[in-house]
């Protein structure tokens, strides 16, 4: 059969033979079980060297290398990601502010930045200060 161009990316055909469309679906359909299944065996084979590694009286990690790292990963970065999504928040009311003071809506500003931090930005931008912090502090040490 022959191919379309309905909604279709500029020179990107869709095809409209339905053992093409099925190939295709049967081929994302196996991707997809192999990324799960990739994932399963890395936790499988987690918990194995786990166990084995109790069985011969070792212990899987260090405990108190374990907190340490985790403390300074994620206590210590707090006053940073605070710092920084004060500044982001002033920033994004001031920039909002302009735009909703042409309607008359400047009340709205505090309520915006909060659903808007608090529901997209904020847990993006504690990730990537978390993650920068880490990634330096391992770079330093």
Known sequence: MANIQRNAR????IPTNPIVVV???????RN???????MFWFIAHTFEETIERLRRGRVPFRATSFF??????GVDSVPLVGLVSFFLGLTMALLTGYQLQRFGTER????????????ELGPLIT???LLSRR?????FS
């Open 108 to 119: 709205l500003i505090p309520g915006l930045v909060a659903i808007g931090f608090t529901r």
């Open 32 to 38: 997809f079980l192999r990324e799960v299944g990739s």
């Open 23 to 29: 190939q295709d679906i049967g081929q994302m359909g």
């Open 10 to 13: 500029p020179g990107e055909t």
């Open 68 to 73: 340490r790292h985790t403390e300074r990963a």
């Open 135 to 139: 990634g330096c502090w391992h770079c």
């Open 127 to 129: 990730g990537i200060m």
